[in-house]
């Protein structure tokens, strides 16, 4: 699963860039994972890469059917 890529990445390479990139993934393979969403906004609050984060959710809104889930992304997105 990515987010033990992730985690892998995060804790044992110490690479929180590429642990925000498979987190990403996560996302976009599945916009409702609350997980993903947590943990690429606090790698993102980390590293200060905002656009990083941005360009998630915006991508996960462009993955999902799910209204519900593109509300929460897009109110994200603006709180951002």
């Known amino acids: ?7 892998l990445h995060e ?3 110490k690479a929180p860039r590429e642990a925000l990139a498979a987190w990403r993934r996560t996302l976009v ?12 906004e606090r790698l993102a609050k980390q590293l200060s890469d905002w656009d990083a984060l941005v360009a998630a959710f915006e991508e996960a809104v ?3 059917a799910d209204n519900q889930v593109k509300a929460s992304l897009l109110s994200a997105i603006a709180r951002t």
């Open 1 to 7: 699963r990515l987010g033990e890529i992730a985690r």
């Open 11 to 13: 804790e044992n390479g």
């Open 29 to 40: 393979t599945d916009p409702s994972d609350d997980q993903a969403r947590s943990e690429l």
């Open 62 to 64: 462009e993955a999902t």
